[in-house]
């Protein structure tokens, strides 16, 4: 009864969030899961992109200070759309630059190595631009890499174990960057206990949201967490190359940004043009050049949605599809040799399932064939994501009925086992 398409159905017609589907443009015939790689188009985003068009159109320059959504202050109105899914107060958190360039900012104001203190925490699981980003903050504050960036290292090739990073939190290590979520297995780390880790031991941390903002609830503030960066391309659907988001706790606003730019300034002084940097009271003084007003302003019409559909709510529906989507793996595609790889915990599981196979870049390619869009993580490890607002049940049962038969029919073997340029 559970792996029929009417019982998919019958959870549509119980989902309370059933009717936000119809907020995004979704392709007919296309089982959209990838929305933790790039979201889908909203009407709402498209409308406010329009928006930021026409006042570009009609009022030039005044377009700074005029228009539906005055271009000086939408990083700041963002920043206090964002707040909330951050868990945060919005004067705490801004849109700005992009997950890297934030992830430079950010490390170059916390990371303040002292004599014996001068490591940084991070995971052998990490995105490879982390990485990239604190090898070269340590080789620019003069610390070999190799000796100072510590990655803790998986048991089981998917997850990382709290233990072990607390365990790794000695009296050398003076910042620890981890992700809220992984990006391969969707494991989510208990940020709370690692944030309460690290302060009992002199440590700062930051958590790179890339893979939970939109996916999960944050309690940034409550828990005390130094900072956060994020993107908002993937599950909160901003677009491609949308301005990315960034976090800070207040009891830092008295900080000195590690790189500054005249948008961070204070706003009433910022077009004084002095040489004297006047940095704005909150995190959007962690701003550096002029805005990407473009890119920024899907935002306010995706995230609109979120205020609408309340994150809690979101996440409710996420567990459920995910659950779904467990659940259908176990009783429809044992036979076929994948491996589960995300955390089968309800509070250790993020918004995505991770599917392990040898033949995992072939079978994506299938899956692409058969109208359902995945994501392949090389080497092995097919992504599927059902985003909470616009993937129904009856998605999650095509896509595992698409995988079924793909398996069956061995459909996969027209395909070289490789992976795309983009993948
Ligand atoms: C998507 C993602 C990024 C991407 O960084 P960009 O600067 O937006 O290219 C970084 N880190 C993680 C964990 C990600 O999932």
Same mark, same amino acid.
């Given at each position: 009864?559970?792996?029929?398409?009417?019982?998919?159905?019958?959870?549509?017609?119980?989902?309370?969030?059933?009717?936000?589907?119809?907020?995004?443009?979704?392709?007919?015939?296309v089982v959209y899961m990838d929305g933790n790689s790039l979201?889908?188009?909203?009407?709402?985003?498209?409308?406010?992109? +329009? $928006? &930021?068009?026409?006042?570009?159109?009609?009022?030039?320059?005044? @377009?700074? #200070?005029? %228009?539906?959504?005055?271009?000086?202050?939408?990083?700041?109105?963002?920043?206090?759309?964002?707040?909330?899914?951050?868990?945060?107060?919005?004067?705490?958190?801004?849109?700005?630059?992009?997950?890297?360039?934030?992830?430079?900012?950010?490390?170059?104001?916390?990371?303040?190595?002292?004599?014996?203190?001068?490591?940084?925490?991070?995971?052998?699981l990490?995105f490879?631009?982390?990485?990239?980003?604190?090898?070269?903050?340590?080789?620019?504050?003069?610390?070999?890499?190799?000796?100072?960036?510590?990655?803790?290292?998986?048991?089981d090739g998917r997850t990382?174990?709290?233990?072990?990073?607390?365990?790794?939190?000695?009296?050398?290590?003076?910042?620890?960057?981890?992700?809220?979520i992984l990006y391969r297995s969707g494991q989510? +780390? $208990? &940020?709370?206990?690692?944030?309460?880790?690290?302060?009992?031991? @002199?440590? #700062?941390? %930051?958590?790179?949201?890339?893979h939970?903002?939109?996916a999960?609830?944050?309690?940034?503030?409550?828990?005390?967490?130094?900072?956060?960066?994020?993107?908002?391309?993937k599950?909160?659907?901003?677009?491609?190359?949308?301005?990315?988001?960034?976090?800070?706790?207040?009891?830092?606003?008295?900080?000195?940004?590690?790189?500054?730019?005249?948008?961070?300034?204070?706003?009433?002084?910022?077009?004084?043009?002095?040489?004297?940097?006047?940095?704005?009271?909150?995190?959007?003084?962690?701003?550096?050049?002029?805005?990407?007003?473009?890119?920024?302003?899907?935002?306010?019409?995706?995230?609109?949605?979120?205020?609408?559909?309340?994150?809690?709510?979101?996440?409710?529906?996420s567990?459920?599809l995910t659950s779904y989507m467990l659940q259908l793996i176990r009783s429809e595609l044992h036979s076929y040799g994948f491996t589960v790889g995300t955390p089968e915990?309800?509070?250790?599981r993020g918004g995505h399932v991770a599917l392990e196979h040898p033949e995992a870049a072939r079978i994506c390619k299938a899956l692409k064939q058969a109208g359902v869009v995945p994501d392949y993580r090389a080497p092995d490890i097919i992504r599927l994501a059902p985003a909470?607002?616009?993937t129904?049940?009856?998605d999650v049962w095509a896509a595992v009925a698409a995988l079924k038969e793909i398996m069956e029919k061995k459909q996969y073997e027209a395909f070289p086992n490789e992976r795309n340029v983009v993948a």
């Open positions: 009864m559970q792996t029929t398409k009417e019982y998919a159905q019958l959870l549509d017609s119980q989902d309370p969030l059933a009717s936000f589907r119809q907020e995004f443009y979704i392709q007919p015939g979201g889908l188009l909203s009407k709402r985003a498209e409308q406010a992109l +329009l $928006d &930021m068009l026409e006042s570009w159109k009609q009022l030039g320059i005044d @377009g700074w #200070l005029d %228009g539906k959504h005055p271009w000086f202050y939408v990083s700041e109105q963002i920043g206090a759309l964002l707040a909330p899914l951050a868990g945060a107060a919005p004067e705490e958190v801004i849109a700005a630059g992009s997950t890297t360039v934030n992830l430079h900012q950010l490390a170059a104001t916390f990371y303040e190595p002292q004599e014996t203190r001068t490591k940084i925490l991070a995971s052998s990490d490879p631009t982390d990485i990239y980003a604190l090898q070269s903050q340590l080789r620019l504050k003069g610390y070999n890499p190799d000796e100072h960036l510590l990655l803790i290292e998986s048991r990382i174990w709290e233990e072990d990073i607390i365990a790794a939190m000695n009296e050398e290590v003076a910042l620890a960057i981890l992700p809220c989510v +780390l $208990d &940020m709370q206990r690692l944030t309460a880790a690290a302060h009992e031991r @002199g440590i #700062l941390i %930051g958590f790179d949201a890339c939970s903002i939109g999960i609830p944050h309690r940034f503030s409550e828990w005390g967490t130094d900072f956060a960066f994020w993107c908002n391309y599950y909160i659907n901003g677009g491609p190359g949308s301005t990315a988001g960034l976090y800070v706790n207040r009891r830092h606003f008295g900080r000195l940004p590690g790189l500054t730019g005249w948008f961070g300034s204070d706003k009433e002084k910022q077009f004084n043009m002095e040489h004297t940097f006047s940095k704005a009271e909150g995190a959007g003084a962690y701003q550096l050049g002029t805005p990407h007003i473009l890119s920024s302003a899907p935002l306010l019409g995706s995230l609109e949605l979120f205020r609408e559909a309340g994150m809690d709510r979101v996440r409710q529906k567990l459920l915990e309800e509070e250790r909470a607002l616009y129904s049940f009856a």
